[in-house]
């Protein structure tokens, strides 16, 4: 991929400092390479669903760019903020290593880039390889503002048969309206935001969508090849079934952590999440449909409405004329939560030589529940009618700071921000709103039952995936109910998956463990989108280590909260 390089001009000096040290240091490492990209996010016209629409984009483009690495490198992102909203850009996956200021989580590690404003993002890319991506971590602005983020392997090949072409594969959801209009709707009436018009593939919903084949994604494939699709969730708030007709697939990484050979027609993907599978070419030639549709896990007495589109993409043989008919995939009904668990629960990781293995010993043992319950109407939800609906773990509604992120809060010790008290356990107290963190040691292992509660009838529950910043993590046993602690005997502490989101059960319950090597502020949330405002998530404050591994100041052109 080319790599873009702002003029001189466009930067400010320190930029200009910073972009000539870089490689001065990378010299000390070999071949490792300083990549270095400029986004200018900015108001872009597209005609989507037989109307014509102006959405916020990363670079004029819908998927935003792709982001290719290689393990080792340094990537360099000048962010230009040319939208009328405040915005962060998250690196989905990436640990940032002692540059937690880059993380990107709006008033957790950073104050939002303000409009006319810029910002430098700055990271190594340490330890991961595999399919991981960008998108915005301010308002539901992702809709739009995401991409893909690719790291390859510094040396050597894959741990399987290398593919003769890469393709990524960005799914997507569409609102006809201003997301950041649909957002402001949602936290109004207290409920959340409406659902989607339709589902995208690349961008687009496909040619089974009104006005919907002139952007439809394309690709050609050849007999006997084999194919790597890099799939990834960036719907907003639902998961997703995938399936190419006539087509196989064999799972070999998930989140970029490699997973062991899994053989499936079909992959489950949560918000957040991404999955790596081959598919060989080996249908007959022709033209086949790649789709994707909603899995609804919801169990509430009335479930709330969600998006019954299918969004399409074409995968078509060489030589094969783009007017030959094409096959459709089958899709799974909606509500198959038993191909969704049999694909979440099947994967387990590949354990090679070197890779970290899972550590035996636990010095934070936690139960977090989490889940949805009505509330009364604030006074600031003007069109709420009878109840909103209130987010919590372990009875804590996650309230964002205000005047300062809890990363600058917690380097220059300002007070009264943020306290040090989430539970480690469900409290049996009413729920309350707090900006409440976890403090653990550097390098102490945690382990976390999250525990899927349905504190509410009417609300019930559904799929949550719940991700975690600056870590991956082990997903040691999963399952449906309340989790009893005898379980413990069936943990997979040999090969378990390895994950940064996982799809936490209607009902259910999943168990991660990690080791908390990486100083700074660390959230922990549910992927859907609009539970995000209503507080389902919480903070790791993980404290300095020995030096080296110490969080660094702030880079010079921090953002100031206004």
């Known amino acids: 991929m080319a790599i873009h390089k702002p003029r001189a001009s466009e930067r400010d000096p320190w930029r200009v400092l910073l972009v000539l040290l870089i490689p001065a240091v990378c010299t000390a490492m070999a071949s490792a390479a300083v990549v270095e990209h400029t986004f200018y996010v900015g108001g872009m016209g597209i005609s989507q669903l037989c109307m014509n629409s102006v959405v916020y984009t990363a670079n004029q483009q819908l998927p935003g760019p792709t982001v290719e690495v290689s393990e080792g490198d340094t990537l360099v992102v000048h962010v230009v903020n040319g939208s009328p909203y405040p915005i962060s850009l998250h690196w989905h996956g990436i640990f940032q290593l002692q540059s937690g200021w880059a993380d990107g989580a709006n008033m957790i590690t950073q104050c939002p880039i303000q409009p006319s404003a810029r910002f430098t993002y700055v990271f190594k890319v340490t330890g991961q390889e595999g399919t991981l991506w960008w998108h915005a971590h301010a308002s539901m602005l992702r809709a739009t503002i995401y991409g893909a983020l690719i790291i390859k392997p510094r040396s050597g090949g894959y741990p399987f048969p290398p593919p003769h072409a890469e393709i990524p594969i960005l799914l997507g959801e569409w609102w006809n309206r201003n997301v950041d209009d649909v957002e402001k709707d949602g936290l109004l009436t207290g409920l959340g935001p409406a659902k989607s018009d339709a589902f995208t593939i690349n961008g687009s919903p496909g040619d089974q969508a009104p006005c919907g084949g002139a952007g439809m994604f394309q690709v050609e494939v050849e007999s006997g090849r084999t194919y790597l699709l890099r799939i990834i969730n960036a719907a907003v708030n639902a998961e997703l079934f995938f399936r190419v007709a006539g087509h196989a697939f064999t799972v070999v990484a998930a989140d970029a952590s490699y997973t062991d050979p899994h053989p499936t027609d079909v992959i489950v993907v949560a918000p957040g999440q991404t999955v790596d599978a081959l598919m060989a070419a080996a249908a007959a030639p022709g033209r086949y449909y790649m789709a994707a549709r909603a899995f609804e896990s919801a169990t509430a007495s009335t479930p709330p409405p969600f998006d019954t589109t299918s969004a399409t993409a074409v995968l078509r043989y060489k030589g094969v004329p783009d007017y030959a008919p094409a096959a459709m995939p089958a899709l799974p009904p909606y509500a198959d939560v038993v191909t969704a668990a049999r694909f979440y629960w099947s994967l387990t990781g590949l354990v090679r030589p070197g890779d970290p293995v899972v ?85 102490d292992v945690v382990e976390v039952v999250l525990q899927n509660e349905g504190y509410s009838r009417a609300l019930g529950t559904a799929n949550h995936p719940i991700h975690l910043h600056g870590f991956n993590f082990f997903v040691l046993a999963q399952g449906l109910g309340r989790f009893d602690p005898r379980m413990r005997s069936t943990y997979n502490l040999v090969n378990p998956q390895v994950r940064n989101t996982v799809a936490v059960p209607a009902g259910g319950w999943a168990v991660i463990r990690f080791t908390a090597n990486n100083p700074g502020m660390w959230f922990m949330h549910c992927h859907l989108d609009s539970h995000l405002p209503l507080g389902l998530a919480m903070v790791f404050e993980v404290l300095n280590g020995p030096a080296p591994n110490l969080l660094p100041p702030p880079p010079a052109d921090y953002p100031k909260c206004h």
């Open 359 to 443: 550590p035996k010993t636990v010095d934070h043992s936690l139960v977090v529940a989490f889940g949805l319950e009505q509330a009364s109407c604030a006074p600031d939800q003007t069109r709420c009618q009878r109840f909103s609906v209130l987010a919590s773990m372990n009875r804590r509604s996650f309230q964002f700071p205000e005047k300062v992120s809890l990363l600058e809060a917690l380097f220059r010790g300002v007070p009264n921000v943020y306290s040090e008290d989430f539970p480690g356990w469900p409290a049996p107290a009413a729920t309350r709103k707090a900006t409440s963190v976890r403090k653990v040691n550097y390098n």
